[in-house]
Each structure stands twice: as structure tokens, then as C-alpha cells.
């Protein structure tokens, strides 16, 4: 029979294991490596992306929740909004950092040049100024690198094979995004090569985007090039349902935009470069150095139709561009 002084020792003994499990659960946790995950757009709208992220993270040994501890913060469109959340993670001590977009790039960039920095961007980051070269970097910063912009100017030409009478076609561009200025100088490159007259819209807020669509419709220009952008790209339900509203036949940079109802998109496979993100963000956990780590290209190219999008803008899409579609939506 256990005596009263017996039965305190263990009750006394369970309270201090009590005690002890958490500290050493806190400890080990405490160990782990942060990512810090930076993104202008929204979480819903990136929602594939992060999973593929996830993924990459995963092919080189790290799991979110049993080696790894992933801090996400997103601006939800609000660029103005990056600062603070960059300062945040930063007082986190986050091990690294993962910039979706120029936005996050320009923002981290400033705020650290210790922490490492992994981008995954659809713009040249030697010309945003980011890094030194893609095969050496150098400083804190490397990544991923998309085509999503340098595509833009073939959306112009399948916009123009599937309005013919589109003249000029408008282009959106957000101008809060770093690589405004560059886009806007490859939209005049594009209106040489194809000779169809072009008008720049710019938006940066969800009435700003109504306007342009409202624009477009109203001066009966006929069609919409969407440039890239963590915004837009959040934003692709809302302007399918405009482009529907208003009768405008839009080519987008992601393929849900079609699924949204939309009438085309071509562009990068976001998810196969945040994959690729998520690699390059675990080899810089296991030590190699972003200064020396070269920049990688995802080259995987997406291009979807909805057909059911055409038949309710009038629109016959060429036999040509339905072969080559990666999805057709009938």
C-alpha cells in the first residue's frame, strides 16, 4: 500500500515531467529553421503556388511543422504594406527568406543584407537591379525566374489572331509594380513586331480595375492583354466576371483565369517556379550561399481557351491556337 508521502513524491515526480515535456518540445521547436514567406498578393489567390512551395521544400528534407517552421505574411495587394511585414519576419529571425514578385524582391532587398533571400520573380533580376549576374549573384539574393513577363508581348500577337480587328489592343499594367517600366517598354517593342496600335491602362486597386475593363469596353477597343502581377494574378475571379460583364475578350498570365471563366491565358506554370523556390530555399538552409547559387529559369509554359468564353463574346478562336492549347474548355 503507497503511503501519503509515497503518493506526494509521485504526484510531485508527474508535475515535474509536466513541466519538463514542454520546455523540451519549446527547445526543440525553438530549433528549427524559419522560412519567412513575403508576397504582395493574396494567400487564396497563391494558394497552388504555396503548396508547390511546400513541395520543393519537401524534395530536399523539410517538412513545415516537423523540421521547419514557415512564417507567412502577404500584403493582399497592398504593396505599401511589404515594409512591415519584411520588419516583422526580420524580428522573427527567420533563417531565410522566400520573395514571391518583384514587390516582396524590392522591399526584402532593402530591408536585410544578411538574412538570405530567395525570389522567385517573372522579370530579369539583373536588370531590376536585384543581383550581379544569374550565374553568380552574389550578395544575399538568388532565385527563380519565370518567363511571365517576357511573354507579354506574345499574349499582344494572340490577342491579334483572335480579334484581328482589335486596333489598338489595351495592355494592363499595375504601376506600383517595379517592373512597370519595363513591361511598358516591351508593350512599344510588341507594337512594332506585330503593327497594331496599343493603349496602356494602369491599375492598382479593385476600382481601378473596373475603370480599365469599363475603358475598354466603352471606346469599343475590342480586346485586353493583362500584364503580370502578384495583384492581378489574386484577383483572376474578379476579372473574369468583369471581362464577362463588360464583354471584353482578355488573355491573362494564369491558366485558373480561364477556369474562372475567363477567355485565354498564356504564361508561366507559377507552380513549377515556386516549386523550384522551395528547392532553392532548402539548399540555402543546408548551407550553400546565395552568392554563389545561379539563378535557375523555370521554362514550363502554360496556354488555356475557354471556348464556352469565345461563344459568348461572339469569337471564333483559330484552329491553330486550339492545337497548341495546353487546355481547352469546351
Same mark, same amino acid.
Given at each position: 500500500m503507497t503511503t501519503g508521502i509515497g503518493r506526494r513524491q509521485f504526484i510531485s515526480a508527474l508535475g515535474g515531467a509536466a513541466v519538463v515535456w514542454p520546455l523540451a518540445a519549446q527547445a526543440q521547436q525553438s530549433a528549427q529553421p524559419i522560412v519567412g514567406f513575403l508576397h504582395g498578393a493574396s494567400a487564396a489567390g497563391y494558394a497552388k503556388e504555396t503548396e508547390a512551395f511546400k513541395q520543393g521544400l519537401a524534395e530536399v528534407g523539410y517538412i513545415e511543422g516537423q523540421n521547419l517552421t514557415i512564417e507567412f505574411r502577404w500584403a493582399d495587394g497592398d504593396y505599401d504594406r511589404l515594409p512591415e511585414l519584411v520588419a516583422d519576419l526580420l524580428q522573427r529571425q527567420v533563417t531565410v527568406i522566400s520573395a514571391g514578385a518583384a514587390p516582396a524582391v524590392v522591399v526584402a532587398k532593402?530591408? *536585410?543584407k544578411t538574412v538570405p533571400i530567395v525570389f522567385e520573380l517573372g522579370a530579369d533580376p539583373v536588370r531590376l537591379g536585384f543581383i550581379s549576374s544569374l550565374n553568380r549573384p552574389g550578395g544575399n539574393i538568388t532565385g527563380i525566374v519565370n518567363?511571365?513577363? /517576357?511573354?507579354?508581348?506574345?499574349?499582344?500577337?494572340?490577342? @491579334?489572331?483572335?480579334?484581328?480587328?482589335? !486596333?489598338? $489592343?489595351? +495592355?494592363?499594367?499595375? &504601376?506600383?509594380?517595379?517592373?512597370?517600366?519595363?513591361?511598358?517598354?516591351?508593350?512599344?517593342?510588341?507594337?512594332?513586331? $506585330?503593327? *497594331?496600335?496599343?493603349?496602356?491602362?494602369?491599375?492598382?486597386?479593385?476600382?481601378?480595375?473596373?475603370?480599365?475593363?469599363?475603358?475598354? @469596353?466603352?471606346?469599343? $477597343?475590342?480586346?485586353?492583354?493583362?500584364g503580370a502581377d502578384p495583384y492581378f494574378n489574386s484577383q483572376r475571379d474578379q476579372m473574369a466576371a468583369m471581362a464577362a460583364s463588360y464583354g471584353v475578350p482578355a488573355v491573362h498570365e494564369l491558366r485558373e483565369f480561364v477556369r474562372a471563366g475567363g477567355?485565354?491565358?498564356? /504564361?508561366?506554370?507559377?507552380?513549377?517556379?515556386?516549386?523550384?523556390? /522551395? +528547392?532553392? +530555399? /532548402?539548399?540555402?538552409?543546408?548551407?550553400?550561399? &546565395?552568392?554563389?547559387? &545561379?539563378?535557375?529559369?523555370? *521554362?514550363?509554359?502554360?496556354?488555356?481557351?475557354?471556348?464556352?468564353?469565345?461563344?459568348?463574346?461572339?469569337? *471564333?478562336? &483559330?484552329?491553330?491556337?486550339?492545337?497548341?492549347? !495546353?487546355?481547352? $474548355?469546351?
Open positions: 532593402r530591408a *536585410t518567363l511571365s513577363n /517576357g511573354l507579354v508581348a506574345k499574349r499582344v500577337e494572340l490577342m @491579334h489572331q483572335t480579334v484581328p480587328n482589335a !486596333d489598338p $489592343i489595351s +495592355v494592363l499594367l499595375n &504601376p506600383n509594380n517595379p517592373n512597370y517600366n519595363f513591361a511598358a517598354a516591351d508593350m512599344a517593342a510588341a507594337q512594332t513586331q $506585330i503593327g *497594331t496600335g496599343i493603349e496602356l491602362l494602369k491599375a492598382r486597386n479593385t476600382s481601378e480595375l473596373d475603370a480599365s475593363f469599363a475603358e475598354v @469596353h466603352g471606346h469599343r $477597343i475590342g480586346a485586353l492583354v493583362v477567355l485565354m491565358s498564356y /504564361g508561366a506554370s507559377l507552380a513549377d517556379a515556386y516549386r523550384l523556390a /522551395g +528547392v532553392y +530555399v /532548402g539548399r540555402v538552409l543546408k548551407g550553400e550561399k &546565395p552568392a554563389e547559387l &545561379p539563378v535557375q529559369q523555370s *521554362t514550363k509554359v502554360e496556354m488555356s481557351i475557354n471556348l464556352r468564353a469565345a461563344k459568348a463574346l461572339g469569337l *471564333t478562336v &483559330p484552329l491553330p491556337l486550339l492545337g497548341r492549347a !495546353d487546355e481547352v $474548355i469546351e
